[in-house]
């Protein structure tokens, strides 16, 4: 399949999903007017995606650096796509970049480490500030 | 506006520690444009990274609710309307934002907010993880339009229990003036 790619807005993240390498990231900031508008479409192509892979170690690299509340909703159905995949068919590093001082992002992050246990999570703090 | 009232607006922002004042007409554009200025006043604020992360969740989350929920100005051509102050005073950061709301949510409104008054903040977390997974929101919830997360997330980032306020529209029974403010 094709891999997806969408521009990074001022209130809407770069994705750029390159399934032709299994390699998944996403940058920037999320505050859409209509996260669902904007999420599900995304969720789809993933969805779409880990439907017809097997067998393979995907890469997540989780690099945002805010998301409002709609936002965080869609991310967690996100994740849990992510592990559903990781408990069956696929292995599945998920990258949580986070600011070194960003504690809101750090815990949601071990939130979902804590609820979604097939990912192999990492969390690296470093300097977004200029992410 | 006489230039005497407006010294007095202005001596009365400066006294109130206001750095951002808007009031009129809501729509996503006239939020990025907002949020961008905000942005830009923060840093230079010297403000902690962290705090200033949360003063812009707060400011977020407050103008997009009165966006998504506030009914159309009964006295405008039919725009949404709300106004929004984000200050500092006493080294902390506050933010207010007032919006019109239909009175047959009020109730509702302060079912929501009432008990994030009292919670701790361990209490808030709870609550909010509890709700992050809660797949049952939209049967539970038909009005809300979001993830229910909202006043959560305020209560969240917020150092003090945050303070709301409903009150009549002269003329208007089935509308209210909703206020809310955090203190960051």
Known sequence: MHDFYLARTSH???INFQFSR??????????????????????????????????????????LTYFNSAATKMLYTLFGLLNESASTRNRITLNWFHDVEDDTILEFGEGIQDDFLALDFHAIAEDLAAA | MQLDLFSAFRNSADFNGVLFYYNGQLSQNVINTMSDTLKHRLENEEAA????????????????????????????????????????????????CGNLVESQYAARIREKIEPLRSMTLDEIKKAYRAQLKNDQHENEDSVSKGAGLGFLTVARDASEPIEYSLMNVPAHDELAYFYLKAIV
Do not use: C, W
């Open chain 1, 12 to 14: 809407s993240p770069e």
């Open chain 1, 22 to 63: 299994h390699h998944l990231s996403m940058t920037g900031e999320a505050y859409p007017e209509n996260a669902n508008d904007f999420f599900l479409p995304v969720l789809g192509q993933l969805k779409h995606y880990l439907d017809h892979t097997d067998g393979q170690h995907i890469v997540f690299d989780f690099r």
């Open chain 2, 49 to 96: 990274q962290a705090k200033a992360r949360k003063l812009f969740s707060s400011f977020i989350e407050m103008v997009q609710n009165a966006l998504h929920y506030s009914p159309p100005d009964p006295d405008g051509n039919g725009e949404k309307v709300g106004a929004v102050a984000v200050g500092k005073q006493d080294n902390k950061f506050y933010i207010v």
